[in-house]
């Protein structure tokens, strides 16, 4: 058994029921077995992978809050400060009811080499709670918050560790954990990402995931031989990543046929109307048969199907593991050419293998959606200076990172002869980094 396969079946019979913690472990571990290959003898003697796959530290802890009812709620928050390497913690918040520590390590452990990825001195963590914010007012979003940020306090800060947002996490969210934890600390510091643009913020935070992965998706189509000008995209959900994702898309000359929520979704051959889009999910906070109720050209079905529909590029950005093993053979069967990841492992491992084996492009989510990521850092960075770039500079700074991203992928691909494996690319290429920095400052 090889080296990389012994610590697979070791972190797995260690961590038991974390399924998603595991089809990450298996995805990365695997793809960087030829580097881990050249150097078995130095890596199996510091234990490289197996400090890797093990958190530097996790927390768990109880938040208790008080509803509109007067009667007290109690969910479970987390942190995992996976590796600090390269840097301070960074990696978002997620408040959703699917919360548990497996899916936090998960996006954790994907962290280490997303930020890796961008050449910002950032390393990987990731938290949350099992909270819903959705149907809650605004008070008890604050209450919850609040009792969340007098735990999370004591472990974060802008040298050791800086969350930012993801799932349930937005503008309002990150303003009642900012103004905690500042009343907590009595310090105004750059400790969260995506704050708002009076207190701290940075102009492009809100689009840069979704822009972000348009800029690496173009970087993939032109070294390809192709372009996004002409092109027919589907796209997979209408939250932050999704909106923005479609608005860089169509300026980029592209045309986008299809949005999703959690109960269906549209196709809109016109194309889908960003600014109508934005009033429902973003204003009104409706669903997408709605969307289709005040657009004639749109069609509305209830479930899944997005992948049905006949395009050139899939660009996933809902949640981890939507497209399965039957979405792959529907995106093969109409003839796509590339998908990108804009969600956090949005694919199956059987479904990114199919959708590789038959010619289909493939880009995965720690390089794709990493734009997220870089411009909380890039935020992190105006924090720290006190000074505030224009949309411009900071737009212009996330292009050239998403650049840098492809061609470090392309060189790791090249190096270790893995063709167009963007998979192997992007893990290699974040790995090497992360390992580097690990074998220099001893065995910590």
């Not at 109508?276 to 906070?285: A, F, G, Q, S, Y």
């Not at 505030?388 to 840098?404: G, R």
């Amino acid at each position: 058994m090889s080296y990389v396969d012994e610590v697979i079946e070791q972190i797995t019979k260690e961590n038991p029921g974390e399924p998603e913690f595991h089809q990450t472990l298996n995805e990365v571990y695997k793809s960087i077995e030829v580097v881990v290959d050249a150097n078995e003898e130095q890596y199996r003697k510091d234990a490289l992978l197996e400090r890797l796959a093990n958190p530097e530290r996790q927390i768990k802890f109880r938040v208790p809050w008080v509803d509109d009812e007067g009667q007290v709620q109690v969910n479970t928050g987390y942190r995992v400060q996976f590796n600090s390497a390269i840097g301070p913690y960074k990696g978002g918040l997620r408040f959703h009811p699917s919360v548990n520590i497996g899916i936090i390590k998960f996006l954790g452990f994907e962290q280490i080499f997303k930020n890796s990825l961008t050449g910002l001195p950032i390393g990987g963590g990731k938290g949350g709670s099992n909270f819903d914010p959705k149907g809650k007012s605004d008070r008890e979003v604050m209450a919850f918050c609040q009792s969340f940020m007098n735990e999370l306090y004591r472990h974060i800060g802008q040298d050791q560790d800086v969350p930012a947002g993801d799932i349930g996490v937005g503008g309002r969210e990150i303003g009642y954990l900012y103004g905690q934890y500042k009343r907590l600390t009595k310090q105004y510091e750059g400790v969260l990402t995506g704050k708002g643009l009076t207190y701290g913020g940075s102009l492009a935070r809100t689009e840069a995931t979704g822009y972000g992965l348009l800029y690496f998706t173009r970087e993939v189509l032109k070294a390809n031989g192709e372009s996004l000008d002409g092109k027919t995209v589907t796209v997979s959900g209408s939250g932050n990543v999704a909106t923005y994702a479609i608005e860089k898309a169509q300026q980029l000359g592209a045309n986008v046929v299809t949005a999703s929520d959690s109960t269906g979704w549209v196709y809109d051959p016109e194309g889908i109307d960003v600014a109508l889009l934005k009033d429902i999910k973003e204003v009104r906070r409706l669903r997408m048969s709605d969307y289709a109720a005040e657009k004639p050209s749109a069609e509305y079905h209830e479930g899944k199907g997005v992948w049905s529909v006949e395009a050139d590029v899939a660009l996933p950005c809902a949640t981890q593991n939507e497209v399965d093993i039957d979405d792959a053979k529907n995106i093969v069967s109409n003839n796509y050419f590339a998908l990108v990841e804009g969600a956090n492992m949005p694919t199956t491992l059987e479904a990114t293998k199919y959708l590789q084996d038959n010619g289909v492009v493939f880009g995965p989510a720690k390089a794709a959606n990493a734009g997220g990521v870089a411009v909380s850092a890039l935020e992190m960075s105006q924090n720290s200076e006190r000074l505030h770039w224009t949309f411009e500079e900071v737009d212009n700074k996330l292009a050239n990172i998403m650049q840098n991203i492809f061609k470090q992928i392309e060189d790791s691909c090249n190096k270790y002869e893995q063709g167009n494996d963007y998979v192997a690319g992007a893990n290699i290429a974040g790995f090497e980094k992360v390992a580097e920095a690990m074998q220099a400052q001893g065995i910590v």
